[in-house]
T-cell receptor, first 115, second 112 residues
């Protein structure tokens, strides 16, 4: 499984875009990039995922470089409620031998949105 | 539709005691997972299950057993609790095709 590297922490001003980078230089062609976040001590919450193309949903945008070795999660207008730990995960497109997918989390980026 | 429900929410055990953490999902998902999260750390996968009757070891399975009782329920058992197992335990489930995993709110376990 490809590993990911993220900065330990970041700050962002409220109302500004938050750009969270993730390095996954060992990613293979059939592996997806997933982003989750964990607010305070709650269970992680899915944000977005992508394979090659950039993706956007109501929560965020995901920009994947052409060589797929890194990606950036963009929260376009960060609010105080976006303060959380953000996890970048690389997940194979194929299942395990038992027929499921494994989600392996790293240590994430602690984003603090400042008023 | 409650999603993923974990019980209990909090538990204190003495070293050597046993207990079972319960997890149930009502989304008809095939896959279920157990993670632990130590203070200030990321989540680590303990066990996972692709379907009823199948379970696989994750990153940190030692000291734990699991049971996939049916499609809805996936339990985690500590046979002889140790202080090193003090952690927050999260259960998750994901559907066939695995577009995303849904997490419960966690069980905060302290072993003294």
């Amino acid at each position: 499984d490809a590993k990911t590297t993220q900065p330990t922490s970041m700050d962002c001003a409220e109302g500004r875009a938050a750009n969270l980078p993730c390095n996954h230089s060992t990613i293979s062609g059939n592996e997806y990039v997933y982003w989750y976040r964990q607010i305070h001590s709650q269970g992680p919450q899915y944000i977005i995922h992508g394979l090659k193309n950039n993706e956007t949903n109501e929560m965020a945008s995901l920009i994947i470089t052409e060589d797929r070795k890194s990606s950036t999660l963009i929260l376009p207008h960060a609010t105080l409620r976006d303060t959380a730990v953000y996890y970048c995960i690389v997940r194979p497109s194929g299942t395990t031998t038992s027929g499921t997918y494994k989600y392996i989390f790293g240590t994430g980026t602690r984003l603090k949105v400042l008023a | 539709n409650a999603g993923v429900t974990q019980t209990p929410k909090f538990q204190v055990l003495k070293t050597g005691q046993s207990m079972t953490l319960q997890c149930a999902q009502d989304m008809n998902h095939n896959s279920m997972y157990w993670y632990r999260q130590d203070p200030g750390m990321g989540l680590r996968l303990i066990y996972y299950s692709a379907s009823e009757g199948t379970t696989d070891k994750g990153e940190v399975p030692n000291g734990y057993n699991v049971s996939r009782l049916n499609k809805r329920e996936f339990s985690l058992r500590l046979e002889s609790a140790a202080p090193s197992q003090t952690s927050v335990y999260f259960c998750a489930s994901s559907p066939q095709g695995g577009t995303e995993a849904f997490f419960g709110q966690g069980t905060r376990l302290t072993v003294v």
